[in-house]
Protein backbone atom coordinates (compact mmCIF):
# COMPACT_ATOMS: atom_id res chain seq x y z
CA UNK A 1 0.00 0.00 0.00
CA UNK A 2 1.48 3.23 -1.33
CA UNK A 3 1.70 6.25 1.18
CA UNK A 4 -0.61 8.43 -0.89
CA UNK A 5 -3.34 5.27 -0.94
CA UNK A 6 -3.71 5.43 3.13
CA UNK A 7 -5.12 9.01 2.75
CA UNK A 8 -7.53 8.78 -0.13
CA UNK A 9 -10.67 9.06 2.38
CA UNK A 10 -12.29 5.47 1.97
CA UNK A 11 -16.28 5.83 0.49
CA UNK A 12 -19.01 5.09 2.60
CA UNK A 13 -21.05 2.34 1.17
CA UNK A 14 -24.95 2.90 1.48
CA UNK A 15 -27.46 -0.39 1.26
CA UNK A 16 -27.46 0.43 -2.07
CA UNK A 17 -23.90 0.18 -3.12
CA UNK A 18 -22.43 -2.19 -1.07
CA UNK A 19 -22.32 -5.21 -3.11
CA UNK A 20 -20.37 -2.82 -5.32
CA UNK A 21 -18.06 -1.82 -3.26
CA UNK A 22 -17.50 -5.70 -2.18
CA UNK A 23 -16.78 -6.14 -5.57
CA UNK A 24 -13.68 -3.98 -5.62
CA UNK A 25 -11.25 -6.14 -3.63
CA UNK A 26 -11.65 -8.76 -6.36
CA UNK A 27 -10.75 -5.55 -8.76
CA UNK A 28 -14.29 -6.41 -10.60
CA UNK A 29 -16.42 -3.86 -11.71
CA UNK A 30 -20.48 -4.64 -11.03
CA UNK A 31 -23.65 -3.10 -12.33
CA UNK A 32 -27.35 -3.21 -11.95
CA UNK A 33 -29.10 -4.47 -14.72
CA UNK A 34 -32.86 -4.32 -15.10
CA UNK A 35 -35.02 -7.62 -15.06
CA UNK A 36 -37.79 -5.61 -16.77
CA UNK A 37 -35.91 -2.53 -19.08
CA UNK A 38 -32.89 -4.75 -19.03
CA UNK A 39 -31.36 -1.09 -18.75
CA UNK A 40 -28.28 -1.04 -17.02
CA UNK A 41 -28.53 0.87 -14.17
CA UNK A 42 -25.67 3.45 -12.65
CA UNK A 43 -25.44 4.29 -9.73
CA UNK A 44 -26.51 1.91 -7.38
CA UNK A 45 -30.42 1.80 -5.98
CA UNK A 46 -33.04 -0.52 -5.29
CA UNK A 47 -35.30 0.67 -8.25
CA UNK A 48 -35.18 1.13 -11.80
CA UNK A 49 -34.90 5.14 -12.80
CA UNK A 50 -35.69 3.77 -16.20
CA UNK A 51 -39.69 1.69 -15.42
CA UNK A 52 -39.56 1.24 -12.19
CA UNK A 53 -39.13 -2.13 -11.42
CA UNK A 54 -37.40 -3.79 -8.53
CA UNK A 55 -35.86 -6.38 -9.93
CA UNK A 56 -32.18 -5.29 -10.56
CA UNK A 57 -29.37 -7.47 -10.93
CA UNK A 58 -25.43 -7.37 -10.35
CA UNK A 59 -23.74 -8.19 -13.00
CA UNK A 60 -19.95 -7.65 -14.19
CA UNK A 61 -18.81 -5.57 -16.97
CA UNK A 62 -15.52 -5.63 -18.92
CA UNK A 63 -13.65 -2.40 -17.87
CA UNK A 64 -13.56 -0.96 -21.08
CA UNK A 65 -14.68 2.10 -22.99
CA UNK A 66 -14.22 5.27 -24.79
CA UNK A 67 -14.04 8.99 -23.37
CA UNK A 68 -16.86 11.03 -23.57
CA UNK A 69 -16.21 13.62 -21.77
CA UNK A 70 -12.48 15.29 -20.15
CA UNK A 71 -11.60 18.10 -17.18
CA UNK A 72 -8.38 18.57 -16.40
CA UNK A 73 -7.77 19.01 -12.87
CA UNK A 74 -4.51 21.75 -11.75
CA UNK A 75 -5.99 21.86 -8.27
CA UNK A 76 -6.31 18.37 -6.18
CA UNK A 77 -9.85 18.37 -4.90
CA UNK A 78 -8.24 16.15 -2.03
CA UNK A 79 -4.70 16.93 0.08
CA UNK A 80 -4.19 13.01 -1.02
CA UNK A 81 -4.16 13.80 -4.52
CA UNK A 82 -2.01 17.00 -4.14
CA UNK A 83 0.88 14.67 -5.98
CA UNK A 84 -0.85 13.63 -8.76
CA UNK A 85 -1.93 16.80 -10.42
CA UNK A 86 -3.05 17.59 -12.64
CA UNK A 87 -5.24 14.73 -13.49
CA UNK A 88 -8.66 14.31 -15.13
CA UNK A 89 -12.21 14.03 -14.00
CA UNK A 90 -13.84 11.78 -16.91
CA UNK A 91 -17.13 10.24 -18.25
CA UNK A 92 -16.51 6.67 -19.01
CA UNK A 93 -18.88 5.20 -22.61
CA UNK A 94 -18.69 1.65 -21.23
CA UNK A 95 -19.29 -0.91 -23.75
CA UNK A 96 -21.98 -2.53 -22.01
CA UNK A 97 -23.75 1.06 -22.60
CA UNK A 98 -23.69 3.02 -19.15
CA UNK A 99 -21.95 6.25 -18.84
CA UNK A 100 -19.65 6.59 -15.56
CA UNK A 101 -17.62 9.59 -13.76
CA UNK A 102 -14.42 8.50 -12.98
CA UNK A 103 -10.74 9.54 -13.41
CA UNK A 104 -7.55 9.59 -15.43
CA UNK A 105 -4.59 9.56 -13.62
CA UNK A 106 -1.26 10.97 -15.43
CA UNK A 107 -1.72 12.38 -18.98
CA UNK A 108 -4.86 13.68 -19.85
CA UNK A 109 -7.04 11.75 -22.41
CA UNK A 110 -8.72 13.01 -25.10
CA UNK A 111 -12.64 12.66 -26.30
CA UNK A 112 -12.80 9.10 -28.02
CA UNK A 113 -9.91 7.30 -26.58
CA UNK A 114 -10.40 4.10 -25.66
CA UNK A 115 -9.43 3.12 -22.06
CA UNK A 116 -9.79 0.55 -19.73
CA UNK A 117 -10.23 0.26 -15.92
CA UNK A 118 -7.18 1.29 -13.63
CA UNK A 119 -7.62 0.12 -9.83
CA UNK A 120 -6.47 2.86 -7.03
CA UNK A 121 -5.63 0.41 -3.90
CA UNK A 122 -7.86 1.90 -0.53
CA UNK A 123 -6.55 1.00 2.64
CA UNK A 124 -9.33 -1.12 3.79
CA UNK A 125 -8.90 -3.31 1.29
CA UNK A 126 -11.31 -2.08 -1.68
CA UNK A 127 -10.26 -0.06 -4.46
CA UNK A 128 -11.29 2.73 -6.25
CA UNK A 129 -12.12 2.50 -10.06
CA UNK A 130 -10.13 4.72 -12.07
CA UNK A 131 -9.39 4.20 -15.78
CA UNK A 132 -6.36 4.45 -18.87
CA UNK A 133 -5.86 4.49 -21.91
CA UNK A 134 -5.73 1.32 -23.41
ZN1 LIG B 1 -36.15 -1.00 -15.73
Known sequence: ???????????EPSAASAPFWEATRNRQLIMQRCGNCRELVWYPRF???????????????????????VSVHHRPALPALADRVPYSVVLVDLEEGARIMSNVFGPAPAVGDAVTLAWVPLPDGRNLPSFERR
Open 47 to 69: VCPNCGDFDLQWETLSGRGVIYA
Open 1 to 11: MSENAATIPVP
